[in-house]
């Protein structure tokens, strides 16, 4: 069987999201997910009625804006959050846009063909939140190894 590696990330809007402050943020999404597409290793990720999630509102609050993504191994998500241009450029200046979250990502891995739901991915937060990282949800800085047995080494979020 072959696991590919599922992410769910946070994040809570200073303004809301159509807010002309946060207008850079929001022009560089189809940009910054074009290249994300592209990425070796790249699965899928979540959409909802535009080609981004900002209109979809899972949570409670609405500011919270939910991104998700599926990739074939953690090196090739690891490569385009931590080591792509575009992305770093936009996460760098996150503080700009979004207030802090405790727990604002969690990792976990899926059989190969399975599509996560948003609500697996909320569920996937309130477990690292409440446990800490597990091999049913986990960290760049503390991963575990896929089911097949692949290992999973830590990278550490220099951008934090």
């Not at 959409?47 to 919270?64: M, S």
């Not at 091999?135 to 220099?158: E, H, N, T, W």
Request: glycine share 4%.
């Amino acid at each position: 069987m072959t696991y590919h590696l599922a992410q769910i990330n946070i994040a809570k809007f200073r303004l809301p999201a159509d807010h002309p402050e946060n207008a850079e943020f929001v022009a560089n999404l189809d940009r910054v997910n074009a290249i994300a597409e592209k990425q070796a290793g790249f699965v899928w990720r979540l959409v909802g009625e535009g080609n981004n999630a900002l209109d979809l509102n899972p949570f409670e609050d609405p500011n919270i804006a939910i991104n998700m993504s599926m990739w074939s191994d953690m090196e090739s998500l690891a490569a385009f959050v931590y080591r792509t241009p575009a992305h770093l450029s936009i996460m760098r200046r996150r503080r700009e846009w979004f207030d802090t979250i405790e727990t604002y990502m969690a990792l976990w891995w899926v059989e190969a063909g399975h599509i996560p739901t948003v609500s697996e991915g909320q569920e996937k937060l309130e477990t690292l939140a409440r446990l800490g990282p597990t091999p049913q949800a986990f960290s760049f800085k503390i991963p575990f190894p896929a089911p097949d047995g692949r290992a999973a080494r830590p990278i550490l979020d220099k951008c934090a």
